[in-house]
């Protein structure tokens, strides 16, 4: 594993809505760029519930993933994830449950329990009423017990959903999902290419304290990054700065639509805004394919990871295609995405 890139690859998309576009773009970019996945081998193409966010247009996820796996025929379509607090157990149940019916054999749940957004917009979302996240334990014994034969054993049914084999995931970035994950023996996603800070310390816990379960035998571990791949090291940097903008917009508490890429972002912040950009964005590959491929590499020989997750941000929808089409091209010979 040090020097190859020889572990399944899959694709992250927030659905983004760029400067200038509407949702009904994204979606149809979203779709684009998921039968183009699949083509060139990518093993799972996620979407992540966030709201309130005028650049993510993915909010309502399980009817987005809908259209990606309608769209589509054999990759496998999941949650990057649902921020499960933020419903009810027996509804997300019964949504991927539907999908599951439909697409059997190519959705994935994976899980998170934060709210997807402020705070302003987790009262907006009810979770006063239901769920929080110290309750996320519980949360998630109850929804994978809708998903066995026979229910939860309280009257209760997950029609449909009940009996069907739907993997889940936990997703986090510090270590309580990782604990979590470790023990109910599932696979974990670690969020570092957003919040890389405790990214080692949490796959070391993570496998530490692993027990296998009917689910998995060994830890699962996959590993976000993001990736902005051209045919130049200049032109991807140039690609990249959409992304910084983003997140300098995060950092400013002022979320925008994703921004078209600049020549240089030294104008744009200060000193103490681009430590705090470079902070959350330092888990990324950006360059041609040689540069990128080496950043890779080094992230895999550093995490042990079983599978990358790849984010690409990009406002200009063909370069995002391009992107990850020459990540694609950075698999071993022989081995699939």
């Known amino acids: 594993m040090e020097n190859a890139l020889d572990i399944p690859f899959s694709i992250l998309d927030l659905s983004p809505i760029r400067r200038g576009g509407t949702a009904a773009d994204s979606y149809r970019n979203t779709l684009d760029l998921a039968r183009h996945a699949e083509r060139w081998g990518y093993r799972r193409f996620w979407l992540a519930e966030h709201h309130s966010i005028p650049g993510v247009a993915s909010s309502a996820t399980a009817v987005l993933l809908a259209h990606v796996a309608g769209g589509t025929t054999r990759i496998r379509v999941g949650s990057g994830g649902i921020m499960l607090p933020n419903h009810a157990p027996l509804v997300i149940a019964e949504q991927f449950g539907t999908l599951e019916s439909l697409f059997p054999g190519r959705i994935d749940l994976g899980l998170g329990r934060a709210p997807g957004g402020d705070m302003r917009t987790a009262r907006a979302l009810r979770r006063s009423l239901g769920s929080s996240g110290d309750a996320f334990p519980e949360d998630l014994r109850e929804l994978m017990a809708y998903f066995r034969p026979g229910g939860p054993g309280n009257g209760v049914h997950a029609v449909p959903g009940e009996g069907l084999s739907v993997p889940f995931w936990l997703l986090g970035s510090s270590d ?3 604990r979590l994950a470790a023990r109910l023996g599932l696979p974990f996603a670690f969020a570092s290419h957003f919040a890389p800070d405790y990214l080692l310390a949490a796959l070391d816990l993570y496998r530490r304290e692993f027990e296998p379960s009917e689910v998995l035998e060994r830890p699962h571990a996959m590993v976000g990054v993001n ?14 700065t959409s992304l910084q903008q983003a997140f300098l917009n995060l950092v400013r508490g002022t979320p925008r639509e994703i921004p078209p890429p600049v020549e240089s972002m030294d104008p744009l912040w200060t000193p103490q805004e681009q430590f705090h950009v470079d902070r959350m964005t330092r888990c990324s590959a950006v360059g041609s394919a040689g540069t990128v491929r080496l950043g890779l590499r080094e992230l895999v020989r550093a995490t042990g990871a079983d599978e990358l997750i790849l984010a690409s941000q990009i406002y200009d929808h063909e370069a995002r295609l391009r992107s990850y089409e020459i990540a694609a091209g950075l698999r071993e010979p022989g081995q699939a995405a």
């Open 227 to 240: 990736v902005f791949a051209a045919d130049t090291d200049e032109e991807a940097r140039r690609l990249f």
């Open 176 to 178: 309580f999902s990782a």
